[in-house]
């Protein structure tokens, strides 16, 4: 199967203009040479703490700011390539639900203009009659009622106002969404609601979703395959089971450990990692974990580990995998 | 045991001009030296304001309009407010939410540790910087004597929030109260921060009063679990008890609706509806429009907290 998004090689920084006087500007490698690819149908998850690259990497996908190397290809087309007015077409195909559901709606429109204005910007928009239906069609879909319509974003509930963000999204019929952190602004109660409308939406419309969150539970929930990101760089990507059963980065592993378990009998056995996440203007030599891994020996810290297939569909960028892997089999097997 | 905090029917109003919001509404709860009670519900429940509360330090048009609060024995909505300073960061503290607003950005960071040991323990300036600096080492952060003359915009999130429980312990403090002390902070400092904070309350025997609503770190941290509602507690128990043995529905919805880690694939339970709006709360029991368990009698009266086994406590009826 061909891949419905492929990335290769990206990479993006930003400058930093420091505001002292005589202060220089320095580079923060937002996106460190990353590359991955999705196929259609499928929800790639990337996951990682804040300040990793994970929504710059979204950005990047929709060329929402544009890329310093690398190419993403997506259907075939070379994004990068596409002069403004065919990336406006091609955007019709990819379109992206956001964070927040407070800013992301323009308080001035009704939900009506917020749904009509991607049609139009497409050419799609039919006339009354039809345009009415269609939308009062597409409110159903996310689970809101047509006479909603009328109303502002402000009277609406947070969860409802990611709906209409959904419904906006859905409107000009995309292959591939983008979706940062669509929950993580949202109550348990509410983030449950929304993971299964995107879910369900995803089986009507064929949707291919990269999906980028920091909470891992809800990444393993709703994803068949995982990137995890830290410091710019993809440290290792694989099918969801993989990396939740069998991970072979420690950094994961780590990240692992220190979800807390909704299970009060349940003893930690790791030590939480320690230090902070080092500050991706001047990050640490060769592997930008060592100083936090509990497995770095030397050549860790001249040497940056490639991306390399540890086992079957299954890439980690690792000198010590083995070790790793060797662990959490023996945690199963005691625990079991 | 004597409890060392008793709040006794708690009332704490929001006049607007749109109506009264009951924002806390009727609430009790106690707290022993030494154990964690988390204070679980999703934005809007009061959990907060019962935090805020507990400190006199409501902001209007809120007001405490009912209630005890028992500290000791005393009751501190009958302190003058001469005396509630001398409580305040002294033998009951707070740990704010939001570590990048919650220090003050032009004060270095020394400055405002040393401050409230100089106003709460009468510490000379030279005497509460070498202090503010034992518990800068104490929380965690390394060079602490170079972190001292830091400005906050200097220090990463997760300092940030160790300088601010830092702030939060230095007068020892019989109780702590941290509201969502983790939820801004990435996962793995995350588990830094519990641990610490697990660490100070065993050392110091203090009380903790966690404000929260993620439930894995109820599950990880908390001694008791009371879970909160459109200003009232629905549930109250041990944290085993609630989550082998959860019995209002609003808890039960809560433990279906978060997906686990290793947990089923497929769909999740998520509970129907939303929150009501504070003003348009429905009669009798506030849950019961979202509830699949509601019948007649739900929209009638507001069931009371009665107690299903020892130290468990419920507000349904179905349950009681």
Not at chain 2, 106 to 126: C, F, P, S, T, Y
Not at chain 2, 273 to 280: E, K, M, N, S
């Amino acid at each position: 199967m061909k891949p419905l998004l492929e990335i290769k090689n990206l990479s993006k920084s930003f400058r930093l203009t420091s505001k002292a006087p005589g202060g220089k500007s320095v580079s923060l490698k937002a996106v460190d040479d990353i590359s991955f690819s999705i196929f259609p149908g499928e929800t790639l998850g990337l996951v990682g703490e804040s300040g990793c690259g994970k929504s710059t990497t979204g950005k990047l996908v929709l060329r929402l700011i544009e890329a310093d190397s690398g190419s993403v290809t997506f259907d075939d087309k070379e994004i990068g390539k596409l002069s403004s007015a065919q990336l406006r077409a091609e955007r019709r195909n990819l379109q992206m639900i956001f964070q927040d559901p407070y800013s992301s709606l323009n308080p001035r429109m009704r939900v009506r203009q917020i749904l009509a204005e991607p049609l139009q910007l497409h050419g799609l928009d039919k006339n009354g009659r039809t345009l009415q239906e269609e939308l009062s069609h597409l409110l159903e879909t996310v689970g809101l009622d047509a006479s909603h319509l009328d109303r502002y974003p402000h009277q609406f509930s947070g969860g409802q106002r990611q709906r209409i963000g959904i419904a906006r999204a859905l409107a000009v019929k995309p292959k591939l969404i983008v979706a940062d952190e669509p929950v993580s602004a949202l109550d348990v109660s509410i983030q449950a609601q929304v993971i299964n409308l995107m879910q369900d939406i995803q089986q009507q419309f064929g949707l291919t979703y990269l999906f980028i969150a920091h909470d891992l539970a809800v990444i393993e929930h709703i994803c068949d395959r995982v990137a995890v990101m830290y410091l710019g760089r993809i440290v290792e990507i694989a099918p969801a089971e993989k990396i939740y059963g069998s991970t072979q980065h420690p950094y994961t592993e780590a990240l692992l450990a220190a979800v807390p378990r909704p299970d009060p009998k349940r003893e930690r056995t790791h030590q939480p990692l320690q230090g902070e996440v080092p500050s991706p203007v001047n990050p640490p030599s060769g592997c930008h974990f060592h100083p936090r891994c509990p497995y770095a020996q030397n050549i860790c810290r001249t040497q940056s580990p490639e991306l390399s297939e540890k086992a079957p569909k299954h890439l980690a960028a690792c000198h010590f995998s083995h070790k790793i892997a060797s662990q959490s089999r023996t945690d199963q097997t005691t625990s079991q | 045991m004597q409890p060392l905090l008793d709040i006794r029917n708690l009332k704490t109003y929001f006049h607007t001009d749109k109506g009264v919001i009951k924002a806390v509404d009727d609430i009790s709860f106690s707290l022993v030296k030494g154990e964690t009670l988390a204070l679980v519900g999703e934005s809007g429940c009061g959990k907060s304001v019962t935090a805020l509360s507990l400190l006199r330090l409501v902001p209007p048009p809120g007001k405490i309009v009912g209630g005890e609060i028992l500290f000791d024995n005393t009751n501190l909505l009958l302190l003058p407010e001469n005396d509630m300073r001398r409580i305040r960061g002294n033998r009951m503290s707070m740990v704010f939410q939001e570590p990048m607003t919650a220090l003050n950005p032009v004060l270095r960071i020394g400055d405002q540790i040393a401050e409230i040991l100089q106003l709460h323990k009468g510490l000379e300036r030279n005497q509460a910087l070498e202090r503010s600096a034992e518990l800068l080492a104490e929380v965690g952060i390394p060079d602490p004597e170079q972190r001292l003359r830091d400005y906050p915009h200097q220090l990463s999130g997760g300092l940030r929030q160790r300088v601010i429980i830092a702030i939060s312990l230095a007068c020892r403090p019989e109780i702590l109260i941290a509201d969502e002390p983790t939820t801004a902070l990435d996962v793995t400092i995350q588990a830094q921060i519990m641990d610490l904070l697990g660490r100070l309350r065993d050392e110091n025997e203090m009380a903790l009063l966690l404000i929260t609503h993620d439930l894995g770190v109820v599950a990880e941290s908390a001694d008791r679990v009371a879970i909160m509602y459109a200003g009232l507690i629905v549930e109250q128990a041990t944290v085993v008890d609630l989550f082998e043995h959860g019995s209002h529905p609003y808890t039960l919805g809560l433990l279906a609706s978060v997906p686990r880690l290793g947990g089923k694939k497929g769909r999740l339970t998520p509970i129907s509806g939303q929150v009501p709006p504070p003003l348009a709360r429905p009669s009798g029991c506030p849950f019961r429009n979202r509830c699949p368990e509601a019948f007649d009698r739900c929209a009638e009266a507001c069931p009371e907290l009665k107690e299903l086994s020892p130290g468990h406590l419920v507000r349904c009826w179905r349950r009681t």
